[in-house]
């Protein structure tokens, strides 16, 4: 038996798994007071939900991370400090956030989220590693999903230009 045999939590990490991690957790714990500071923007109670879901799971992601990396010795990153809660009208209308502006930024750190989840996965030689990272990219896509039917039901949506091309039958 190898030393990457048996119980995937008693292997060490390797430098691209730390990395690919900590990385991660520290984008995560960005994305989280974003999502906050969005939320005091909306007004839009649909959305409003979303970004709460959003919250909720990327501390998820947080608690599970920094359980891991300190398990196997790591540094974790500087936390940001959490977002209070503000009333809309307090914000003066030049300085806020749109609500398809908040839609459009939440579905972009969705989409990256998604890349990096697949990049951990790719590059884990720990099992656990990678199962954990695939969870969390199965969520990312299911609210992925949820953002899309909201940015097209709310009309906040903005393709791009759409192709209409059909072959002539020459």
Not at 60 to 80: F, R, S
Not at 153 to 165: A, C
Request: glycine share 10%.
């Amino acid at each position: 038996m190898g030393i990457l045999s048996g119980n995937p939590t008693d292997e060490p990490m390797h430098y691209g798994e730390v990395f690919s991690t900590w990385s991660f957790l520290l984008a995560s714990k960005g994305a989280i007071a974003g999502y906050q500071t969005h939320k005091n923007h909306t007004g839009d109670e649909d959305l409003r939900k979303l970004l709460e879901e959003a919250i909720q799971g990327a501390k998820e992601e947080v608690k599970q991370i920094e359980t891991l990396l300190k398990a196997n010795g790591v540094g974790l990153p500087p936390t940001p400090p959490e977002r209070p809660d503000a009333s809309l009208e307090d914000i003066p209308a030049g300085a806020r956030f749109g609500d398809p502006e908040i839609s459009a930024t939440l579905s972009a750190k969705i989409s990256a989220g998604l890349v990096a989840c697949s990049t951990v996965m790719g590059q884990s030689i720990r099992e656990d590693i990678a199962m954990m990272f695939g969870q969390f990219h199965m969520q990312k896509a299911a609210l992925g999903a949820k953002a899309l039917r909201l940015s097209k039901e709310k009309g906040w949506l903005v393709p791009p230009p759409l192709h209409h091309f059909k072959a002539d039958d020459n």
